[in-house]
Nanobody, 118 residues
């Protein structure tokens, strides 16, 4: 499984960015997809997730500002980030969780850096 993120960069506070993550080597439409982030000196945290059925979940810190979505035809998951704050600065990682009767396997992308300037 390969996950390739893109869309990170430098943005001013209050601005917007859209991250993309394209998957290969997995049956994307069946996977739970998620975005995590890790700021310097902090643990990696869940930002948002979306199930194969389209159910979404958000961290309290981003709810109402970020939107996760998926396009199964393109094997791609998106994270639309709006009203960005300096505390959103982090490396953002895409994950894919494959489910099977034997259990679940989770795969990770290499990350994309988001920097929000004040």
């Amino acid at each position: 499984v390969q996950l390739v993120e893109s869309g990170g960069g430098l943005v001013q506070a209050g601005g917007s960015l859209r991250l993309s993550c394209t998957a290969s080597g997995t049956i994307f439409s069946r996977d739970t997809m998620a975005w995590y982030r890790q700021a310097p000196g902090k643990q990696r945290e869940l930002v948002a997730s979306i199930t194969a059925e389209g159910a979404t979940n958000y961290a309290d810190s981003v709810r109402g500002r970020f939107t996760i979505s998926r396009d199964n035809a393109k094997d791609t998951v998106y994270l639309q980030m709006s009203s960005l704050k300096p505390e959103d600065t982090a490396d953002y990682y895409c994950s894919a969780e494959e489910h099977s009767p034997a259990g679940s396997l989770e795969f990770w992308g290499q990350g994309t850096l988001v920097t929000v300037s004040s």
